[in-house]
């Protein structure tokens, strides 16, 4: 991030050039995804995160999901001009919006989503 401000460049883009870009991934995108999940799994190791759990249980059909939003808002940050500290604190709100959504799908629509197709899928092989 620091770079990125000294050198006038971007710090982190979906597509363009920048430190870290995700499609592709670049090494140092890897080694920010890498140092992330091993937080990740350190907090859930030393702490009971239950909070989660429907999260956990539906996280293929959210990781599929998320990219419909995702794909509307693609041109937000060119669009409205974001700073890295405003789009930062959106992709930390949408990654955190996906718990509650995970609650209420579990509750009103527990048999749709695509761990239970999967497993329908297996058991009929």
Not at 56 to 71: A, M, N
Not at 83 to 110: Q, R
């Amino acid at each position: 991030f620091i770079m990125a401000q000294y050198n006038d460049k971007l710090w982190a883009h979906p597509t363009s050039d920048a430190y870290l870009t995700f499609f592709p991934a670049n090494p140092a995108f890897i080694v920010a995804a890498i140092t992330g999940t091993l937080l990740i799994w350190f907090l859930v190791q030393h702490f009971v995160l239950s909070l989660l759990v429907s999260t956990g249980r539906i996280s293929l059909t959210i990781y599929v999901i998320h990219f419909i939003p995702l794909s509307l808002m693609h041109n937000f940050e060119n669009d409205y001009q974001w700073s890295v500290g405003l789009s930062a604190s959106i992709v930390m709100l949408y990654t955190l919006i996906w718990i509650p959504i995970s609650l209420l799908w579990l509750k009103y629509l527990p048999s749709i989503n695509l761990e239970k197709l999967l497993r329908l899928a297996r058991k009929s092989l």
